[in-house]
């Protein structure tokens, strides 16, 4: 009965290192998003899809690439992992409207040493 | 552009005395306010939201928040604390490009 469900919950890899972070909801949503979360526990927004097209596209390095195969799954991709990438990468999924909801999935804790 | 500040990186209160966690917004648009809660270790968690109508907003776990627009804020209150509320707590608003934008966050720990 997840809702919003992301794996691995954690990953840990070497500098320079490709890897992938799953999402999918069950909730019926249209919209999808991934945030990152610092060390200082800062949230920010990455990307955002709407019905498996890009509407949010904020400064991100292009080593990351959001891949939306359905409106149920939002997969973030980084390539050549560098340390700074170290964070908490949370999805979340809402209908696309400023007053609903954004449900957020359990995080990825993503080490790169 | 929409923005939150929330006082206080850090709130500690005994078991059973009020909980107050401070919100202020600036917002171009009607905001959308919005207060998560993010337990050790797991996802953030809606504790209630205003979007219009009554500006007194109850939400789970005996939370609730005035929206104050004249005062531009959205402050988090509980009557009285539990030892369960030790959390992460963020205030959001909502842009009209559908972005929510996050405060700093607040750490909530209750003493016994």
């Known amino acids: 009965d997840t809702a919003v469900s992301q794996t691995p919950k954690y990953l840990v890899t070497q500098m320079g290192n490709d890897k992938s972070i799953k999402c999918e909801q069950n909730l019926g949503h249209d919209t999808m998003y991934w945030y990152k979360q610092d060390s200082k526990k800062f949230l920010k927004i990455m990307f955002s899809y709407n019905n498996k097209e890009l509407i949010i596209n904020e400064t991100v390095p292009n080593r990351f690439s959001p891949k939306s195969p359905d409106k149920a799954h939002l997969n973030l991709h980084i390539n050549s992992l560098e340390l700074g990438d170290s964070a908490v990468y949370f999805c979340?999924?809402?209908?696309?409207?400023?007053?609903?909801?954004?449900?957020f999935g359990p995080g990825t804790r993503l080490l790169v040493l | 552009a929409q923005s939150v500040t929330q006082l206080g990186s850090h709130v500690s209160v005994s078991e059973g005395a009020l909980v107050l966690l401070r919100c202020n917004y600036s917002?171009?648009?009607?905001?959308?306010l919005f207060w998560y809660v993010q337990y050790p270790n797991q996802g953030l968690q809606l504790l209630l939201k205003?979007?219009?109508?009554?500006?007194l907003v109850k939400g789970i776990n005996g939370f609730e928040a005035e929206f104050k627009k004249s005062e531009t804020s959205f402050h988090l209150t509980k009557p009285s604390a539990h030892m369960s509320d030790a959390a992460e707590y963020f205030c959001a608003v909502s842009s009209n490009d559908y972005k929510l934008s996050f405060g700093a966050g607040t750490t909530v720990t209750v003493r016994a």
């Open positions: 205003y979007t219009t109508g009554a500006t």
């Open positions: 979340a999924s809402s209908h696309l409207d400023r007053e609903e909801t954004q449900y």
């Open positions: 917002s171009s648009v009607p905001p959308y």
